[in-house]
């Protein structure tokens, strides 16, 4: 069974940054395209970038230029670096194969205030 594992979520003022984690136990890791999701209050969940086993990107245009996505294939891994945070970024960030492939983790959550 596929379990995903958020971590790295917390407080950090405006400007700031946070790299979150994602431990993904997929077996054939590197054929999924993986993703990052985020729920904010009083908002649907949306998608915030995802990144394919051969390490092609695409962002969401709200994050466009100040999030990073990228993987380790051998670790199982999916990182989030956010730099240049904005409250509006604040959300439970979830990490998920595209198209919400399989049961949510609990996400992490990120919190942008001053």
């Known amino acids: 069974q596929v379990q995903l594992a958020e971590s790295g979520g917390g407080l950090v003022q405006p400007a700031g940054s946070l790299r979150l984690s994602c431990a993904a136990s997929?077996?054939?890791?590197?054929?999924?395209?993986m993703a990052w999701y985020r729920q904010a209050p009083g908002k649907q969940r949306e998608l915030v970038a995802h990144?394919?086993?051969?390490?092609?990107?695409n962002y969401a245009d709200s994050v466009k230029g100040r999030f990073t996505i990228s993987r380790d294939n051998a670790k199982k891994m999916v990182y989030l670096q956010m730099n240049n945070l904005l409250p509006e970024d604040t959300a439970v960030y979830y990490c998920?194969?595209?198209?919400?492939?399989?049961?949510w983790g609990l996400g992490t959550e990120v919190t942008v205030s001053s």
């Open positions: 998920n194969g595209l198209g919400n492939k399989w049961d």
């Open positions: 997929i077996s054939i890791f590197r054929l999924y395209i």
């Open positions: 990144i394919t086993g051969g390490g092609v990107t």
